[in-house]
């Protein structure tokens, strides 16, 4: 087949084998290069690596000196720790402790509807039409007992009101009678002595929704009417005392609250739904209803003196609920409070911020009246914490540096080379970051103008820094911010900013780690090419030696015929 060489058919000579073993001994200073690649290409990565961690160096730098002034946050706290008042404090509030009194908290205004706002049971005295499950009452009646001058009655709530007036005549035999007055909206009963209701072991709430309790005589009568307004149903049959007649032809209607529109339709809408309509409206207030003394509320959702307007036409469902004439307003208050034993100050909420005592960036919210003492601090934690990455990521970079340019002897008097070993460039990195960070920043005048003031130095014998005296930074934190800001910040000379300007002439075009790696990558571009080069030379040797061999087989070949020629020619009987 064609392609197929077999050396030594002729010859008996494995000449394949032998061009293999020179075209590899020809291969040796390829192999040299490919390693020089490899070692390069190593060389590359680390240096890669070590410019990320100076990277997220700077990013931890730039955490202490950023846009946001970490070294004024404040926290604020109640000194009471029983107490239910907060405190919060913002950026650059001055620190130091507030005596706040407060004499009055803020209330809400309310607009209380009349008592009464549903209609009566039934416009006359007979209520046998009304089942106990459907009586629009304040209470929902439950099945079951109670108990009238000792005698049981049985209810189910499928009894009609007539039903169980009639059985109460019945049971104590005439002693007591029951009957519903429509003029009053009143169950009343009647006895021929002192009425005693209830038992310990009533089971039906009758007596109680019906407002029936004992007073020691021979007539009850309930404290107040009985009907209620029913809010699930539409507002047409929701049992207004009062009726919506100011609406047109379809039902629809409107009335204004705080000078804000709500519109309802009384036979689409239930009285639930206008409340929630002006609960989710931006009127400013909250309407609930009542249910046991049947009333609406409108109440401001702020606290303060101001009132809560309401206007309509007539007829309208605002005066049907109570809220209009026959409401009345009870007025919000203002919170009064002092600082410092200072003059009273006013506030329309119970949150007390500079807008009304002028302390920029306190914010208390009192919930009771009394005398508390807030307390402004300097928040040392958060920047504890960016100053503890800035020693995490500095130690990852000295950390780095010392592991990849570390030489070391084994007890075999083995020599071990780190990859950067013998990398004077890199080892001057970690020289110049540490004499960045152990240098005195110029032109602070204070206590504090190194490191090592606020507690901060190296490690024994080590390029590393780790917080020596923790309790010394935590006071120069919380003592004296402005001064370690200035430290870590000031411009020029402060430590971010010299390890920042180092950084960047060292990562950037033309700093140590770039020149070296684009060297490198030059480096390996140009022996690839070599490789490459010297590759095409051994293919083409390989292929001229092949040649040879093969040319020196088949002229071997054609002897070796011509030879068995001749043999046969003259018998076979000469050995020539």
């Known amino acids: 087949?064609?392609?197929?060489?077999?050396?030594?058919?002729?010859?008996?000579?494995?000449?394949?084998?032998?061009?293999?073993?020179?075209?590899?001994?020809?291969?040796?200073?390829?192999?040299?290069?490919?390693?020089?690649?490899?070692?390069?290409?190593?060389?590359?990565?680390?240096?890669?690596?070590?410019?990320?961690?100076?990277?997220?160096?700077?990013?931890?730098?730039?955490?202490?000196?950023?846009?946001?002034?970490?070294?004024?946050?404040?926290?604020?706290?109640?000194?009471?720790?029983?107490?239910?008042?907060?405190?919060?404090?913002?950026?650059?509030?001055?620190?130091?402790?507030?005596?706040?009194?407060?004499?009055?908290?803020?209330?809400?205004?309310?607009?209380l509807g009349a008592l009464d706002a549903g209609s009566a049971l039934s416009a006359t005295s007979d209520v046998s039409r009304l089942t106990l499950a459907t009586l629009p009452i304040g209470t929902t009646i439950a099945a079951g007992d109670f108990t009238v001058n000792g005698a049981r009655i049985t209810v189910a709530v499928t009894d009609s009101l007539q039903d169980v007036l009639q059985q109460i005549a019945t049971k104590t035999g005439g002693a007591v009678t029951a009957s519903y007055d429509p003029s009053t909206d009143k169950v009343r009963l009647?006895?021929?002595?002192?009425?005693?209701?209830?038992?310990?072991?009533?089971?039906?709430?009758?007596?109680?929704?019906?407002?029936?309790?004992?007073?020691?005589?021979?007539?009850?009568?309930?404290p107040k009417a009985l009907g209620v307004v029913s809010i699930s149903a539409a507002i047409a049959n929701a049992n207004l005392r009062t009726p919506v007649t100011g609406v047109d032809g379809s039902g629809n209607g409107s009335f204004t609250i705080n000078g804000v529109s709500i519109a309802f339709n009384v036979n689409s809408d239930t009285v639930q739904t206008v409340m929630s309509r002006i609960n989710s409206s931006s009127a400013g207030v909250t309407a609930s209803f009542d249910r046991i003394n049947d009333r609406f509320t409108l109440s401001n959702k702020s606290t303060g003196d101001v009132g809560v307007a309401v206007s309509e036409g007539a007829g309208g469902l605002v005066e049907a609920f109570g809220l209009k004439s026959t409401a009345s307003l009870v007025?919000?208050?203002?919170?009064?409070?002092?600082?410092?034993?200072?003059?009273?100050?006013?506030?329309?909420?119970?949150?007390?911020?500079?807008?009304?005592?002028?302390?920029?960036?306190?914010?208390?919210?009192?919930?009771?009246?009394?005398?508390?003492?807030?307390?402004?601090?300097?928040?040392?934690?958060?920047v504890r914490a960016k100053v503890e990455d800035f020693i995490k990521k500095y130690n990852a970079v000295q950390s780095a540096i010392a592991a990849q340019t570390k030489t070391t002897l084994g007890s075999?008097?083995?020599?071990?080379?780190?990859?950067?070993?013998?990398?004077?460039?890199?080892?001057?990195?970690?020289?110049?970051?540490?004499?960045?960070v152990f240098s005195a920043v110029a032109g602070l005048t204070g206590t504090i103008q190194r490191l090592e003031s606020i507690g901060i130095d190296f490690?024994?014998?080590?390029?590393?820094?780790?917080?020596?005296?923790?309790?010394?930074?935590?006071?120069?934190?919380?003592?004296?911010?402005?001064?370690?800001?200035?430290?870590?910040?000031?411009?020029?000379?402060?430590?971010?900013?010299?390890?920042?300007?180092?950084?960047?002439?060292?990562?950037?075009?033309?700093?140590?780690?770039?020149?070296?790696?684009?060297?490198?990558?030059?480096?390996?571009?140009?022996?690839?090419?070599?490789?490459?080069?010297?590759?095409?030379?051994?293919?083409?040797?390989?292929?001229?030696?092949?040649?040879?061999f093969i040319q020196m087989e088949q002229a071997q070949s054609r002897i070796q015929s011509q030879l068995s020629a001749l043999n046969n020619s003259f018998g076979g009987s000469h050995s020539s």
């Open 1 to 111: 087949m064609p392609g197929i060489q077999l050396s030594g058919l002729a010859s008996g000579f494995d000449w394949k084998s032998v061009v293999s073993q020179l075209i590899a001994a020809e291969r040796v200073p390829q192999t040299r290069l490919r390693q020089e690649q490899a070692l390069g290409t190593q060389k590359s990565g680390v240096l890669d690596g070590l410019k990320t961690q100076l990277t997220d160096l700077q990013s931890a730098m730039k955490a202490l000196a950023g846009d946001t002034d970490i070294f004024s946050d404040r926290t604020a706290k109640i000194g009471d720790s029983a107490s239910t008042w907060a405190a919060s404090a913002g950026s650059g509030t001055e620190t130091g402790s507030y005596q706040v009194q407060v004499t009055q908290l803020a209330t809400k205004a309310q607009r």
């Open 459 to 548: 490690k024994t014998g080590s390029s590393e820094l780790e917080i020596k005296d923790g309790g010394k930074l935590d006071s120069a934190l919380r003592v004296s911010p402005a001064e370690v800001r200035k430290l870590f910040a000031s411009k020029p000379g402060g430590v971010i900013q010299k390890l920042d300007d180092f950084i960047t002439r060292t990562t950037g075009a033309g700093g140590s780690i770039t020149t070296q790696t684009d060297t490198l990558a030059k480096q390996s571009r140009s022996l690839t090419e070599q490789i490459a080069n010297m590759e095409r030379r051994l293919v083409q040797q390989q292929s001229q030696l092949e040649q040879s």
């Open 331 to 382: 007025r919000g208050k203002n919170a009064q409070f002092s600082v410092d034993g200072g003059p009273t100050l006013t506030s329309a909420s119970n949150n007390l911020d500079a807008t009304v005592h002028g302390i920029a960036g306190l914010s208390v919210t009192a919930t009771s009246e009394a005398t508390q003492t807030v307390n402004v601090a300097s928040d040392t934690s958060g």
């Open 412 to 436: 075999d008097g083995k020599v071990t080379r780190a990859t950067l070993a013998g990398n004077r460039d890199v080892t001057d990195i970690g020289v110049q970051l540490r004499g960045n």
């Open 190 to 222: 009647s006895g021929t002595g002192e009425i005693v209701l209830g038992s310990g072991n009533d089971t039906s709430n009758f007596l109680g929704a019906l407002q029936l309790y004992n007073n020691g005589t021979n007539q009850v009568l309930p």
